[in-house]
């Protein structure tokens, strides 16, 4: 079976019919059934499943143990994502695992596929869930009072999943047993499509995170309330969408994005009371980054302030620049013969990993240079040569 195959019998899981694309959140019912699947097809290939504090699956070709070699990505999506984000790493570990068994191979050393939990964020709004946990990033008290736009926690979710919410936390057994971390994932951008190459090799990955701007006013009647009388927050709402343009055009490379604004109460014919706006900011650099957010946020207090308003800002994550071991980036570029080494304005799980043990990833091509949205997407011969590029990798590092 190819990864682009495996993807294909996991099609019809989360589809969303109104936004297009997949919308597979973390502990919800079609990310459980993914979980599932996984679990299944693991175990058909022999491999021992289990499922760490966190929610993290591990599936283990072997005996668990430390200094392993862990491949794997998440299962999740973003609202009306595509279908290769997350999945195709997952499937490329599977299919990996088939073609070393076909060659032969054996492992030296632990290894093990990896699916973490909640890495998009599109449930609990903090990306890398699973791995921030796990490494002691995100504290578990906060992330148990985390909660969903239906007001599920994330306590309640892990619960209903079958895990304890108290053990969320910290995991030095799980992160004892990791000794090199390799994701394969689609290519978030056209990079490869302009260097000729199939399958690239991560070099960093920018500097990111996310904020909640939260706008308060007084809620009335749009028909009822003069122009002169209005507290209306969605006006500076408005007036940061085009601050973080603003800001942002103001730093070479850098990036500010406006994807959710949620008013309260939300009619037609009504002034809200508050409007809530999640901001992502990235840049080369930390300082690039923290000045693209004080600059927008300086815009905001200035627009809520002539507006009658008030605003607060709350950081719900963020990562600073990552630069992936160069040794092991090296060694990874050799193995598959000069494959290109590129950046990444992305975040990953391997980018939280990389704080803590050699971490690397692998990039395939997507020629539409899409992703996050239905048309994102890759060849199935790319596919396969990502594949066939991660079992070479897995090959190299586990004998």
Same mark, same amino acid.
């Given at each position: 079976?190819?990864?682009?195959?495996?993807?294909?019998?996991?099609?019809?899981?989360?589809?969303?019919?109104?936004?297009?694309?997949?919308?597979?959140?973390?502990?919800?019912?079609?990310?459980?059934?993914?979980?599932?699947?996984?679990?299944?097809?693991?175990?058909?290939?022999?491999?021992?499943?289990?499922?760490?504090?966190?929610?993290?699956?591990?599936?283990?070709?072997?005996?668990?143990?430390?200094?392993?070699?862990?491949?794997?990505?998440?299962?999740?999506?973003?609202?009306?994502?595509?279908?290769?984000?997350?999945?195709?790493?997952?499937?490329?570990?599977?299919?990996?695992? &088939?073609?070393? /068994?076909?060659?032969?191979?054996?492992? =030296?050393?632990? #290894? @093990?596929? !990896? %699916?973490? *939990?909640?890495?998009?964020?599109?449930?609990?709004?903090?990306?890398?869930?699973?791995?921030?946990?796990?490494?002691?990033?995100?504290?578990? &008290?906060?992330? /148990?009072?985390?909660?969903?736009?239906? =007001?599920?926690? #994330? @306590?309640? !979710? %892990?619960? *209903?999943?079958?895990?304890?919410?108290?053990?969320?936390?910290?995991?030095?057994?799980?992160?004892?047993?990791?000794?090199?971390?390799?994701?394969?994932?689609?290519?978030?951008?056209?990079?490869?499509?302009?260097?000729?190459?199939?399958?690239? %090799?991560?070099?960093?990955?920018?500097?990111?995170?996310?904020?909640?701007?939260?706008?308060?006013?007084?809620?009335?009647?749009?028909?009822?309330?003069?122009?002169?009388?209005?507290?209306?927050?969605?006006?500076?709402?408005?007036?940061?969408?085009?601050?973080?343009?603003?800001?942002?055009?103001?730093?070479?490379?850098?990036?500010?994005?406006?994807?959710?604004?949620?008013?309260?109460?939300?009619?037609?014919?009504?002034?809200?009371?508050?409007?809530?706006?999640?901001?992502?900011?990235?840049?080369?650099?930390?300082?690039?980054?923290?000045?693209?957010?004080?600059?927008?946020?300086?815009?905001?207090?200035?627009?809520?302030?002539?507006?009658?308003?008030?605003?607060?800002?709350?950081?719900?994550?963020?990562?600073?620049?990552?630069?992936?071991?160069?040794?092991?980036?090296?060694?990874?570029?050799?193995?598959?013969?000069?494959?290109?080494?590129?950046?990444?304005?992305?975040?990953?799980?391997?980018?939280?990993?990389?704080?803590?043990?050699?971490?690397?990833?692998?990039?395939?091509?997507?020629?539409?240079?899409?992703?996050?949205?239905?048309?994102?997407?890759?060849?199935?011969?790319?596919?396969?040569?990502?594949?066939?590029?991660?079992?070479?990798?897995?090959?190299?590092?586990?004998?």
């Amino acid at each position: 079976m190819t990864a682009a195959g495996l993807l294909g019998d996991i099609a019809g899981v989360g589809a969303d019919p109104r936004r297009g694309g997949f919308s597979r959140h973390g502990f919800d019912r079609s990310e459980l059934e993914l979980r599932e699947w996984f679990r299944a097809s693991a175990v058909a290939r022999g491999l021992d499943v289990e499922t760490d504090r966190n929610g993290t699956m591990w599936a283990w070709w072997g005996p668990p143990g430390d200094d392993a070699v862990v491949t794997g990505s998440h299962l999740d999506s973003v609202p009306g994502g595509g279908a290769y984000d997350g999945p195709l790493g997952v499937t490329s570990a599977l299919v990996a695992v &088939d073609l070393l /068994r076909a060659r032969g191979f054996i492992p =030296g050393k632990p #290894l @093990a596929i !990896a %699916v973490f *939990a909640e890495e998009e964020g599109g449930r609990f709004g903090v990306a890398c869930l699973g791995s921030r946990l796990m490494t002691g990033a995100l504290d578990p &008290d906060a992330a /148990r009072r985390l909660t969903d736009p239906d =007001g599920t926690t #994330l @306590a309640d !979710a %892990v619960r *209903a999943a079958g895990l304890d919410p108290a053990r969320l936390g910290p995991d030095p057994v799980a992160m004892a047993r990791i000794g090199v971390f390799v994701e394969l994932h689609v290519e978030q951008g056209r990079g490869l499509v302009d260097l000729g190459a199939p399958v690239g %090799v991560a070099s960093s990955i920018l500097a990111h995170g996310r904020w909640r701007f939260s706008f308060a006013g007084e809620g009335n009647h749009a028909g009822a309330t003069l122009l002169t009388d209005r507290r209306d927050p969605m006006l500076p709402a408005a007036q940061l969408v085009l601050a973080a343009r603003r800001a942002a055009s103001g730093i070479e490379g850098a990036r500010a994005t406006v994807g959710k604004v949620v008013p309260n109460p939300g009619g037609t014919n009504v002034i809200a009371s508050t409007v809530d706006v999640w901001l992502d900011a990235r840049a080369e650099d930390d300082f690039r980054t923290r000045a693209v957010v004080a600059d927008i946020s300086d815009a905001a207090r200035v627009a809520a302030e002539d507006e009658g308003c008030t605003v607060t800002v709350t950081e719900e994550s963020y990562g600073d620049t990552v630069i992936f071991d160069p040794t092991l980036r090296d060694d990874l570029a050799a193995t598959l013969r000069g494959a290109p080494a590129l950046p990444t304005g992305a975040g990953h799980d391997a980018g939280i990993l990389a704080a803590h043990h050699p971490t690397a990833m692998l990039f395939v091509r997507n020629p539409t240079g899409i992703s996050h949205a239905p048309a994102e997407f890759a060849e199935a011969d790319d596919c396969t040569a990502g594949a066939v590029a991660l079992a070479d990798v897995l090959a190299r590092l586990a004998r």
